[in-house]
């Protein structure tokens, strides 16, 4: 067996049909009223989760330190001038320690697998929920993360939580070199994975009222240019208002 055909014979066994090349795509919850945030409300920040690495040729992430901690401080001065535009209506949730802690990235965690569910059975038409055809037929979108989120450190004092998460996958020099050989072969293999989650959650309810999720977002989050992209691209039609927008109102 040659190096092509080994090579063909590895993209058809790794190649998976998944809906990889979505867009960006938004919701807001169908009985969610945007004019309620204007006026006071305040939402708590919670900090970012943020992974950053390398993508192997079988696919497998691989996590890298260095860039990933590029990305927190890119990401972290992104948000932090994002943030400043709204004033005092977001709010950094405090510092968690011991159990708080734990609770805080139990719910982070959560936060990433729903949206990886509303990505693949929400905005997805090929793939739905047993549970959720009859909203998606009704074009309702109904997605929580459980009352529970009450309990997190800061919500007493706050209306609404914001949560995000990053996780960026870079094609290693033996991924790409697959996905020439597989296109060769007519086989679709992606190289890389640039998810962006950003969702604004009640914190009476649990229910997300507002979400963008994409596996596929833009902005290379090591550098500062890309970050501020890819910031941006997470509030896309963020449903409060800016300070400024606000004034010239």
Same mark, same amino acid.
């Given at each position: ?8 014979a ?16 938004g ?64 709010? +950094?949730?405090?510092?968690?320690? #011991?159990?708080?802690?734990?609770? &805080? ?6 936060? @990433? /697998?729903? $949206? ?51 996780? +960026?996958?870079?094609g290693?020099? #033996?991924?790409k070199?697959?996905? &020439?050989?597989a296109?060769?072969?007519?086989? @679709? /293999?992606? $190289? ?51 300070? +400024? ?5």
């Amino acid at each position: 067996m040659n190096f092509l055909t080994k090579m063909l014979a590895a993209v058809l066994a790794l190649s998976v049909p998944a809906p990889l090349a979505a867009q960006e795509r938004g919701a807001v919850r169908h009985d969610f009223d945007a004019t309620q945030l204007q006026g006071g409300a305040r939402i708590l920040v919670f900090r970012p989760r943020i992974r950053v690495g390398e993508q192997s040729t079988g696919g497998m992430f691989e996590p890298r330190a260095d860039w990933t901690e590029l990305a927190r401080d890119n990401l972290g001065t992104a948000i932090d001038d994002y943030q400043a535009r709204f004033g005092a209506s977001l709010i +950094d949730a405090p510092e968690a320690f #011991g159990d708080e802690a734990r609770l &805080v990235d139990d719910y982070i965690t959560l936060f @990433s /697998v729903v $949206s990886e569910s509303i990505v693949n059975y929400q905005f997805f038409v090929g793939n739905r929920l047993e549970t959720k055809k009859a909203n998606n037929r009704e074009d309702i979108f109904d997605w929580s993360l459980g009352s529970g989120v009450g309990e997190l450190p800061g919500a007493a004092q706050a209306d609404y939580a914001l949560f995000i998460n990053v996780e +960026d996958h870079y094609g290693s020099t #033996g991924r790409k070199v697959l996905q &020439v050989f597989a296109a060769l072969g007519g086989v @679709s /293999v992606t $190289s890389g994975r640039h998810a962006g989650f950003a969702a604004l959650v009640d914190l009476h309810t649990g229910n997300i009222l507002w979400v963008n999720a994409d596996l596929q977002m833009g902005g290379d989050v090591r550098e500062i240019d890309g970050a501020q992209r890819r910031v941006e691209q997470l509030f896309e039609d963020f449903p409060l208002l800016p300070n +400024d927008a606000v004034a010239a109102e």
